[in-house]
């Protein structure tokens, strides 16, 4: 990327210039602060207070194609967040993107539009995506959740658990080139992990299981609290173009 390019994208994600010194870049991850805000402490999916699940059996996911995936999806009854939801949140995007995303789980705005990131959040990373040269159709976004936890809390590892099999098989159906994860708790989840973000940031992992490259980053909504935090986040951005870069179109197969 050009230097005029890449202060135009640094200026729209909002990251003030500066040459860094060498010392910034090589901040081992382990001396990452751990953030303030709820959505990036340090603390492991939390396992307490279990929703009540419904006694019905649970259809199997496993070689479900796209549509009765979806419509699974939709009748979902494996948690007691689908007494609360206004709708399920599927996903949304390329079913052939070079990369996919995964967030936490849809809040109030997703909950009511049906769609994944489209608050101050997703437009923070509609931007990110620009960034790199990707525009949000372009990439296939999902959530680790598909309903909304009350009050926006932070998933249970119940509902986590059961909401799992939808996820790995949207993943298995997109073979995305890589895995972008925002936040701790899908970062946490996807990687089998309960080390904080700034320790799972900052390297590329591998999807356990389908060995997808994965790289995780700080969750748009902690950056729209901690803007200084940016910086980081453009580096975790560009070790993933690294890892499968953008193409002309997007990258969509
Ligand atoms: N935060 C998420 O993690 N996912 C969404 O879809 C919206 C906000």
Redesign the pocket.
Same mark, same amino acid.
Do not use: L
């Given at each position: 990327m050009d230097a005029a390019r890449r202060r135009e994208v640094l200026q729209a994600l909002g990251i003030e210039l500066w040459v860094a010194r060498a010392a910034d870049l090589e901040t081992p991850a382990g001396d990452e602060p751990v953030s303030s805000g709820p959505a990036e402490s340090a603390v492991p999916v939390s396992p307490e207070a279990p929703a009540p699940v419904p006694e019905s059996p649970a259809a199997p996911v496993a070689g479900l194609d796209w549509p009765d995936l979806e419509s699974s999806v939709a009748g979902c009854r494996r948690c007691g967040l689908s007494e609360e939801r206004t709708q399920t949140?599927f996903g949304v995007g390329a079913r052939t993107a070079d990369w996919m995303i995964v967030?936490? +789980?849809?809040?109030a705005e997703?909950d009511r539009q049906g769609e994944?990131?489209v608050?101050a959040?997703?437009q923070l990373l509609n931007q990110m995506l620009r960034a790199v040269g990707f525009r949000r159709e372009q990439v296939f976004i999902a959530?680790t959740l598909k309903c909304r936890p009350p009050g926006n809390r932070d998933p249970h590892a119940d509902e986590l658990a059961a909401c799992r099999p939808y996820l790995d098989r949207q993943i298995e159906l997109v073979r995305p080139r890589l895995l972008l994860v925002?936040?701790r708790i +899908?970062a946490q989840a996807l990687l089998a992990s309960d080390l904080p973000i700034g320790r799972l940031r900052g390297r590329v992992h591998t999807l356990p299981g389908l060995g997808i490259p994965v790289v995780a980053t700080y969750?748009p909504?902690y950056l729209l609290r901690s803007p200084e935090q940016k910086r980081r986040a453009w580096h975790d951005l560009l070790l993933a173009c690294s890892v499968a870069a953008p193409e002309g179109d997007g990258g969509a197969r």
């Open positions: 949140v967030g936490e +789980a849809p809040g997703e994944p990131f608050g959040a997703g959530n925002v936040g +899908a969750h909504a």
